[in-house]
Nanobody
Framework: QVQLVESGGRLVQAGGSLRLSCAASGRTFSRFTMGWFRRAPGKEREFVAAISWTWSSNTTYYADSVKGRFTISRDNAKNTVYLQMSSLKPEDTAVYFC???????????????WGQGTQVTVSS
């Protein structure tokens, strides 16, 4: 089992920045692909970013809508994954979820472990 707890969500003005954190506990964190997803009101859950685990380096993946604005990173010593968000737009408003899986994937249905989510609201 892996337990995930997100934090850092809040109200921010358009153009601002925010960093989300996801603290993991349980099984070996460093060997999991960690993903961020979001669900906006009235919309389906969508992929935001992911960072996979390899022996030599981490590979990152981004949705086109956030590429160049968001950065995913991980600190294996702290069992934490981060999502640095900048140039935020009102359309980034959503509940952001952290997830973990043993394979590198952008498909939310393949992730085994999920956090409860943290609300990000971007005002115009």
């Amino acid at each position: 089992q892996v337990q995930l707890v997100e934090s850092g969500g809040r109200l921010v003005q358009a153009g601002g920045s925010l960093r989300l954190s996801c603290a993991a506990s349980g099984r070996t964190f460093s060997r999991f692909t960690m993903g961020w997803f979001r669900r906006a009101p009235g919309k389906e859950r969508e992929f935001v970013a992911a960072i996979s685990w390899t022996w030599s380096s981490n590979t990152t993946y981004y949705a086109d809508s956030v590429k160049g604005r968001f950065t995913i990173s991980r600190d294996n010593a702290k069992n934490t994954v981060y999502l640095q968000m900048s140039s935020l737009k009102p359309e980034d408003t959503a509940v952001y979820f952290c997830a973990a899986d043993s394979i590198a994937t952008m498909n939310p249905n393949e992730y085994d472990f999920w956090g409860q989510g943290t609300q990000v609201t971007v005002s115009s």
